[in-house]
């Protein structure tokens, strides 16, 4: 498809259980963000993938949340032994970059996956 | 002090009104400004940008920017319940992390009939 894809949809695990959350960026974008939206707040940004450099993994909560993305393409977001406090909507979005331009602030996200952990 | 700060409001304004939205950040060397909305349960779009001081306009929406005292504002023009959203102000810094967008934490608007 043309846009960002994300799945699964919608989760719901268990508390403990570790989860997988997959995006499929567009193609020929380079950068590529993962946030998290809990409900009524604003995005919280996790981690951040420009090319092949390394990744900025600043806003990742604790060392429970790890991210990779092969390439320039799929990224996978994993949180282990999940906990009721991790249930929000995950997005994700990429964009082209190449400087502090338009290109590169026009991010496109996906629907996002929403977690819930009872 | 966060990277970029917006009031989170809500604000609220009738139909018809300007809505102003404003923003400020920490990082002098920002480049580049961008505004997005997000309607609920929707995830955000980007609805304008800027990169030099001044104004831009496009339709009902004008951006401001303000290097000096480092601020951006968004004005909404005949405000219409259907601008009712998440206004986020995003921000490409010059720092080390090479063209990321930060975010700030959004400002809900509210327009009534």
């Known amino acids: 498809g043309a846009g960002v894809s994300q799945s699964p949809s919608n989760k719901v695990t268990e508390k403990g259980k570790d989860v997988e959350l997959r995006c499929d960026p567009i193609s020929g974008h380079t950068a590529l963000y993962w946030y998290r939206q809990r409900l009524g707040q604003g995005l919280e940004f996790l981690i951040y993938?420009?090319?092949?450099?390394?990744?900025?993994k600043s806003g990742l909560p604790s060392d429970r949340f790890s991210a990779e993305r092969t390439g320039e393409s799929v990224s996978t977001l994993t949180i282990q032994r999940t906990q009721q406090e991790d249930s929000a909507v995950y997005l994700c979005?990429?964009?082209?970059?190449?400087?502090?331009?338009?290109?590169?602030?026009?991010?496109?996200f996906g629907e996002g996956s929403r977690l819930t952990v009872l | 002090q966060k990277e970029v700060e917006q009031n989170s409001g809500p604000l609220s304004v009738p139909e018809g009104a300007i809505a102003s939205l404003n923003c400020t950040y920490s990082?002098?060397?920002?480049?580049?400004f961008f505004w997005y909305r997000q309607y609920s349960g929707k995830s955000p779009e980007l609805i304008m940008f800027?990169?030099?001081?001044g104004d831009k306009e496009d339709g009902r929406f004008t951006v401001q920017l303000n290097k000096a005292s480092q601020y951006v504002s968004l004005l909404i023009r005949d405000s219409q319940p259907s601008d009712s959203a998440t206004y986020l102000c995003a921000v490409i810094g010059g720092g080390t992390s090479y063209g990321k967008l930060t975010f700030g934490q959004g400002t809900i608007l509210t327009v009534h009939p």
């Open positions: 800027i990169y030099s001081n």
């Open positions: 979005a990429s964009s082209l970059a190449g400087g502090p331009w338009r290109a590169t602030g026009e991010l496109f």
């Open positions: 993938f420009q090319g092949n450099s390394a990744p900025d």
């Open positions: 990082d002098r060397g920002s480049q580049s």
